[in-house]
């Protein structure tokens, strides 16, 4: 009968330790630092690029401008002006609005305070250092980079991403056997967050220290100076936004419990053929 | 269909509930003492693994004079009004004198003119604020080392303290009053002086006239301004509130390398 044909569910080994342990870690450094990350850029929300800031022209900044007598929120990119009242430049609850970049709901702490925010920040830039060494040296050394992460031959071929890219458009995900392994979308975005962007994160987190300048000097001129350190440790930090808005739209959509205890018991249920003799 | 709707919106309360939950375990956590000396132990770290990878002598990058900002921003008191340097200032500092003083063996206390004698260096440095701008400017000044040497600090020495004239904030028990402080790393190191000049013309008011310190591997808030007295000390923790600055008084960190 066809209904004993359905496929049958099984749980496999998907996430080691390490990797569940250093998962779990980065949300919480990542979220913490993100938060704080907006306090310290509200003590002057501009952006330039180069060496030092052309006070006149910020690339980026987020003001309160008086339109009229009254008070709107502007945030200027590239020399456009967007009216963003209520949620940069400008924002709270009516009535009670002030000026600040981020909202008070997007800041640790809450309120304006540049000192706690940095305390916040640079403690949990040490976690999150301390984390993602763990985690590269076992990736690396253990080969969960090598074997799980790096794409093979077969799944860089043009005609299979553009294929994977039309099935994940329609939110059809891998199933069965192909569900054992990553697919190639996710590879490459796992690879760009892992190898380029957290490690981006702490360079140009770096370059913005005048003390680590004297000890490594040439680090600074990667990103174009000082300011542009800080634009590209904003930029860089908007892509993991970014990642994480998709990662998480992406483990709703592909099965939010199984994805969640497969990160929290390392147990994924993938569903297989059931054998011909199993009748 | 309503069933989706109604859940979508329990979901949003949800979300909400939680997010607003975080926000304020984050505040209450941020003003728990215990929570914030936790926080504060990156501080140490920090310091140490810059001062592990980092040579004693390591020089901030120096820069051409293309390179100076036209708006080099002034921050922090700009204008004392402070009875003693409106004086000094209205005289042009003819009775500005310089103290060097504390655990030295021989005190100083030096005219501008016997400052300006000293020998100087000149430099064209990037100055970085807290609150995340640079600005680059030119700066003449006399080594602070050669000042110290002079001074001959006793060997239980383990701070220099800049005393300034200005009052930033009123407070009823007077430790408004702007001051900082280096270890003797810094305070030897070839960029630390004591500068008079901005980009070749006497150091505005605005700037710190008569005399401000430049700590080149540090941030803004530890180039004082205004300076009337330096200090050797053993220990920062019976001036001001205790931990070593105006700044650091009121939670900013007091080794400012990043």
């Known amino acids: ?279 | 269909m309503s069933l989706t709707a109604n859940r979508r919106r329990w979901l949003g309360v949800a979300g909400a509930t939680l997010g607003s939950l975080w926000l304020s375990a984050c505040d209450r956590l941020t003003n728990d003492p215990k929570f914030a000396g936790v926080l504060q132990k990156a501080e140490g770290l920090t310091q140490r693994a810059q001062r592990l990878v980092t040579d004693r002598k390591a020089l901030a990058r120096e820069f051409t004079p293309a390179d100076i900002s036209p708006d080099f921003k002034p921050n922090g008191t700009i204008r004392p009004q402070d009875d003693e340097y409106v004086a000094l200032l209205g005289n042009n500092f003819a009775d500005y004198r310089l103290t060097v003083d504390g655990l030295v063996e021989h005190p100083q206390s030096l005219t501008l003119a016997e400052v300006r004698g000293l020998p100087s260096r000149t430099q064209i440095t990037r100055h970085d604020c807290v609150e995340g701008w640079s600005s680059i400017g030119k700066w003449k000044g006399a080594r602070l080392a050669t000042l110290l040497d002079r001074a001959k600090l006793k060997p239980t020495a383990r701070y220099i303290v800049f005393h300034c004239a200005d009052t930033l904030e009123e407070t009823l028990d007077g430790t408004g009053q702007y001051y900082e402080s280096i270890d003797l790393v810094d305070a030897y190191h070839p960029q630390t002086i004591l500068a008079y000049e901005m980009n070749d013309a006497t150091l505005p008011v605005a700037h710190g006239a008569p005399l401000r310190l430049r700590v080149e591997r540090q941030l803004g808030y530890k180039q004082a301004k205004y300076v009337m007295r330096i200090e050797a000390v053993d220990r920062l923790d019976q001036l001001g509130r205790g931990k070593g600055g105006f700044w650091p008084d009121r939670g900013y960190e007091w080794y400012a390398g990043i």
């Open chain 1, 1 to 279: 009968m066809a209904e004993k044909q359905r496929a049958q569910k099984v749980l496999v080994k998907r996430h080691s330790g390490v990797t569940r342990i250093t998962h779990w870690t980065n949300v919480l450094a990542l979220t913490l630092l993100l938060m704080s990350g907006l306090q310290i850029f509200n003590a002057h929300p501009a952006l330039y690029w180069g060496m030092k800031s052309a006070f006149a022209h910020p690339w980026l900044s987020m003001r309160m401008v008086e339109v009229g007598g009254a008070p709107h929120g502007q945030t200027t990119v590239g020399g456009l002006h967007f009216d963003t009242t209520g949620l940069f430049g400008w924002s709270g609850a009516e009535g009670m609005r002030q000026q600040r970049g981020f909202p008070s709901w997007a800041t640790i702490p809450s309120y304006r305070s540049l000192t706690d925010g940095r305390r916040w920040h640079f403690f949990f830039a040490w976690l999150f250092v301390i984390n993602g060494l763990i985690y590269l040296a076992v990736g690396f050394i253990g080969g969960h980079i090598r074997k799980d992460l790096w794409p093979n031959r077969a799944q860089l071929k043009l005609s299979h991403v553009l294929h994977e890219i039309s099935t994940h458009a329609r939110f059809r995900f891998p199933k069965g056997e192909e569900a054992r392994h990553y697919n190639v979308l996710q590879k490459g975005a796992y690879l760009a967050v892992v190898l380029v962007l957290l490690p981006l994160m702490l360079l140009t987190g770096l370059s913005m220290s005048p003390g680590f300048n004297a000890a490594v000097p040439h680090l600074i001129d990667v990103f174009g100076g000082r300011q542009g350190a800080r634009s590209v440790h904003f930029i860089s930090a908007g892509l993991i936004v970014l990642f994480i808005v998709v990662h998480l739209v992406m483990v709703v959509a592909s099965g939010t419990w199984n994805n969640i205890r497969s990160m929290i018991t390392g147990k994924y249920a993938i569903e297989v053929e059931p054998k011909g003799d199993a009748a």
